[in-house]
């Protein structure tokens, strides 16, 4: 088993027991093995296959993002300062139609060199064509819980056949990559999927005990389409047709009331808060304080780069430190290192993942990031977290590790080909706007 060593590092593990230290960490195989202030034992040194200088360096569990559609990568710039609706059925949904897998296997390429790129190691995708993107979380390295996003607005022959696609690509890819893969149900929204449909969808996850994942509440005119089509908004209507009978997580839930944050903290469902992309397409400010207050996991998502534009989940972890102090007028909202938590500890959480990433302990895996501070936006030494939560960028990080894999060094991906990505990228944007 390979054995490898951090030296002289800071390290914010997230662990409440050691939060932040200036020593080493050792790494085993797939798993953080030892870790402690001051100099490395010895023996360890001796015996490290590889011992890295962590000399100006901030290593932290890798970044998780909890909500995406990496494949709409493809779409960056294309349609931007529109409403929802308007953005998703004359724009976005048009041109997805005309994608192929190869165009699916190239975007979500794209995505996963900035996500390592900017420091995610872990990421939720709900899309179609999911196996071009297993394919593409095979070969870069990193760990994902994907999800064939299912739209129910076709006939019920097509409505089965999506679903069958769905159930085999779960038995395909649960626990593929060597377990870095692991799948999730995901009915795309209850506008989307009529209800009958959705308790199929609920059914199928029972059988093959995995979670669900959906979009719900983004904004206030689907709350009230929910209502006048179905008689309940939509936390309701999703509770009457059993998705949360399942471990789930809901994306955006922008849009509630104090009772709907009351039952999504009674079920357990967790959600994942995309500040950016709500922002941008004028669908609201999430209640995140409440949910927080009420016991609700919430995490972060950048939804996808056609709605945010990128994938810099650092953005995301300051702005959910800033929003919610503004509209809230008060500072303590969501401080910094609650912040930083939605960003790692509770996004491991949301995705089922928590004891495995999140954190940087002994015996979790391998999962981290470090992060350059040799510059001006780190200086003075004063609070780490709060340098990583308001100065920090993607940008800033170096090195990235999945599965004590080394992904990213000094900036340079070692797994993935980023010259050809943009190449083929390109290359496939020009053919679906042609």
Not at 20 to 48: N, Q
Not at 98 to 106: A, E, L, R, S
Not at 279 to 294: C, D, F, I, M, N
Not at 410 to 425: H, K, P
Request: with cysteine.
């Amino acid at each position: 088993m390979t054995h490898w060593l951090i030296e002289n590092g800071l390290f914010v593990t997230m662990n409440p027991e050691q939060p932040v230290f200036k020593g080493w960490l050792s790494v085993e195989g797939t798993a953080i093995a030892a870790m402690g202030e001051g100099e490395a034992p010895a023996e360890l040194r001796d015996t490290a296959s590889e011992k890295i200088d962590g000399e100006g360096h901030l290593f932290l569990p890798g970044l998780v993002n909890t909500h995406g559609h990496a494949a709409m990568s493809l779409l960056r710039g294309l349609a931007d300062d529109l409403v929802l609706q308007d953005w998703l059925e004359n724009h976005m949904w048009p041109m997805e139609g005309k994608f192929t897998g190869d165009d699916v296997y190239w975007g979500t390429s794209l995505a996963a060199a900035e996500m390592i790129l900017s420091g995610t190691t872990t990421f939720l995708d709900m899309y179609d064509h999911m196996d071009r993107v297993a394919e593409v979380v095979e070969n870069s390295g990193l760990r994902a819980t994907l999800a064939r996003g299912v739209i129910g607005l076709c006939p019920p022959d097509v409505q089965t056949a999506k679903l069958e696609e769905a159930v085999s690509f779960a038995k395909r890819w649960h626990g593929g990559a060597n377990g870095r893969i692991q799948v999730m149900m995901s009915p795309h929204a209850p506008y989307t999927c009529p209800p009958d449909y959705i308790e199929r969808i609920v059914a199928a996850a029972h059988e093959l005990q995995l979670p669900l994942h959906t979009h719900m509440s983004e904004t206030s005119a689907e709350v009230a389409s929910n209502v006048k089509d179905y008689g309940a908004r939509p936390v309701a209507h999703l509770d009457k047709l059993g998705l949360f009978s399942r471990p789930s997580l809901v994306a955006h839930a922008v849009h509630l009331t104090d009772e709907e944050i009351a039952l999504l903290a009674e079920r357990g469902v967790a959600v994942s808060h995309n500040p950016v992309s709500n922002l941008k397409l004028a669908s609201g400010v999430a209640r995140v304080p409440e949910l927080l207050r009420a016991g609700v996991t919430v995490s972060l998502g950048t939804d996808s780069a056609a709605s945010n534009n990128n994938l810099d989940l650092f953005e995301e972890i300051r702005l959910a430190a800033l929003l919610h102090k503004g509209v809230s007028g008060d500072p303590t909202a969501v401080p910094a290192a609650e912040a930083l938590r939605m960003g790692t500890v509770y996004g491991a959480k949301a995705l089922g993942l928590e004891g495995t990433v999140g954190v940087l302990k002994p015996g979790m895996k391998a999962d981290l990031i470090g992060v350059s501070i040799r510059k001006p936006h780190f200086v003075p030494a004063t609070d780490y977290v709060s340098h990583l939560v308001y100065a920090a960028s993607g940008a800033d990080v170096a090195h990235v590790w999945v599965d004590g894999k080394q992904l990213l060094r000094n900036r340079e991906l070692l797994t993935l080909d980023v010259e050809q990505i943009r190449y083929e990228a390109q290359r496939c944007f020009d053919r679906l706007r042609a």
